[in-house]
């Protein structure tokens, strides 16, 4: 077993500049209206009578089915287009025609090839997707920092302030990282990195996260967490080494298992969102590619990860704007005013469990597709073992903001949340190393200093 043991220097949370962070759930998509079925002419029907009234009637019926046929569309498509854009930026290459000029060019395969230089004996080379996102943005610095070969993958969609996303970009840029912006479901942009680069590993941390936007836009999360996942493991199993895979699971797993702490023997077949539903989906897959292709296959259960550069969708950092700007803060309370608790876990004990997770990953036992042995498949919590009060976490930040909340409480919605989570992390221990120090009060107090923090507009 090996441990690890990385640390991240201080630096790593330093911003270019201050952003004003936008609501992702104000963002709309127009729906196009300007698209009516013809009207049926009239001349036929003017010169036979008879035949007149039974053209006119199918015309009639020609065109109320048109209408309905429009009607159900154009309702169809507005269902589709809830929400924010988060799906405009989708791309499903077919064939290799479509490639783009810039992928062939030398400046871009050169920026793919010094990113995964290795510079240290015995180096992983690592594709991170997700990599401009909170914890992919996190472990690929660490990766980096001790010279391992990383090169990103993210679609920079607007979930949340794309901003915030293309700050951590030129940090990582800083650092020698150099983030590829495409989709995790553009296999022609896969293969095609693949061919180029023989990833040791891959660290899949593209996703549609949030619980509850999962009651607006449902298909987002079909689309990153499912079918995206699966375009990833298809080139992966294709891939000629296999690389090790570890991703990120989630702890709505648990759903509403009521047994704590949540230990990864538990029941995981009462998802509680869509979300969960996603995720727990993805487990499953994961299990099928090392079962069939012999992937090395390693997932991560997150428990509600925090810190500094965070994701400005989570309650956190949200509260903390509010907090900022005067506004209320909305808590929401279970059955009989129970206060909903969290395993908050911060980022830099998700990170060292995460770089564990690739260093104690085995080989995958495939090549080119074929299965030539069984391969490792591991799941492991991490969380920070010790829940806190949704009030609790507002007290704390009061204190560390030296400004009073306005709170407002009120009855949890059925929105999918579940009313608190704990972690065993036993197995990560052991196997592992892993071992989160850090508790909400500290892991707080550095999140408030963060200057890309600013009060909500
Ligand atoms: O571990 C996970 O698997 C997930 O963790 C995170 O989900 P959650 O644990 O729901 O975190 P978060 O939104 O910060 O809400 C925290 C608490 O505040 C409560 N909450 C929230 C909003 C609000 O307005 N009021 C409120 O009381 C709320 O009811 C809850 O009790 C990730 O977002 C998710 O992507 C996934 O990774």
């Not at 911003?15 to 196009?32: A, C, G, I, M």
């Not at 180029?196 to 009651?215: C, D, E, K, N, S």
């Not at 929401?332 to 469990?353: C, E, H, M, S, W």
């Not at 495939?366 to 991490?382: W, Y």
């Amino acid at each position: 077993m090996k441990k690890s043991s990385n640390s991240l220097p201080a630096d790593m949370y330093l911003f270019d500049s201050p952003k004003t962070l936008q609501n992702p759930l104000l963002q709309h998509r127009e729906v196009r209206s300007d698209s009516h079925p013809s009207t049926p002419g009239k001349a036929k029907m003017e010169r036979n009578n008879h035949f007149g009234d039974v053209q006119s009637r199918s015309y009639n019926f020609f065109f109320v089915l048109c209408v309905s046929l429009f009607i159900l569309m154009a309702g169809a498509y507005m269902l589709r287009s809830e929400g924010p854009s988060v799906e405009k930026k989708f791309i499903v290459r077919e064939s290799e025609s479509s490639i783009p000029d810039i992928w062939r060019s030398q400046a871009w395969q050169k920026s793919v090839r010094e990113s995964c230089h290795v510079k240290r004996e015995d180096g992983l080379v690592v594709l991170v997707t997700g990599a401009a996102g909170f914890v992919g943005s996190h472990v690929s610095l660490a990766l980096k920092k001790r010279g391992d070969g990383v090169v990103g993958l993210d679609n920079f969609n607007n979930y949340y302030d794309p901003q915030l996303k293309r700050d951590r970009q030129k940090l990582l840029d800083r650092h020698g990282i150099f983030i590829i912006e495409g989709d995790i479901n553009d296999a022609v942009l896969l293969k095609e990195l693949f061919d180029m680069i023989p990833f040791t590993h891959v660290m899949h941390l593209a996703a549609q996260a949030g619980v509850r936007y999962a009651l607006q836009n449902p298909h987002s999360y079909v689309h990153s967490n499912i079918a995206g996942l699966v375009t990833l493991l298809e080139q992966c199993r294709r891939a000629n080494p296999q690389p090790a895979f570890v991703w990120a699971s989630s702890s709505s797993v648990y759903g509403l298992n009521t047994k704590v702490p949540f230990a990864e023997s538990d029941r995981t077949d009462q998802p509680a969102s869509l979300y969960a539903a996603t995720k727990k989906a993805g487990e499953e897959f994961v299990h099928t590619y090392n079962h069939i292709y012999g992937l090395s296959i390693t997932g991560l259960r997150f428990f509600t990860v925090y810190g500094p550069f965070g994701r400005p969708d989570m309650a956190y950092f949200s509260f903390t704007q509010n907090i900022l700007s005067g506004k209320p803060v909305t808590i929401y309370q279970g059955p009989n005013k129970v206060d909903l608790a969290r395993d908050f876990t911060f980022i830099d004990d998700i990170v060292k469990g995460c770089v564990a997770a690739l260093d104690t990953s085995e080989k995958s036992t495939g090549t080119g597709g074929k299965k030539r042995g069984p391969a490792q498949l591991r799941t492991f919590n991490l969380g920070n073992t010790s829940p806190v009060t949704v009030p609790t976490l507002v007290n704390i930040l009061e204190k560390h903001l030296k400004v009073k909340a306005q709170k407002n409480f009120v009855k949890m919605p059925r929105n999918g949340d579940v009313p608190f989570t704990h972690a065993n992390v036993t197995l990560a221990r052991t196997e592992l190393g892993y071992n989160p120090t850090t508790d909400l009060n500290t892991g707080l107090k550095k999140f408030v200093k963060c200057p890309t923090l600013e009060p909500s507009a």
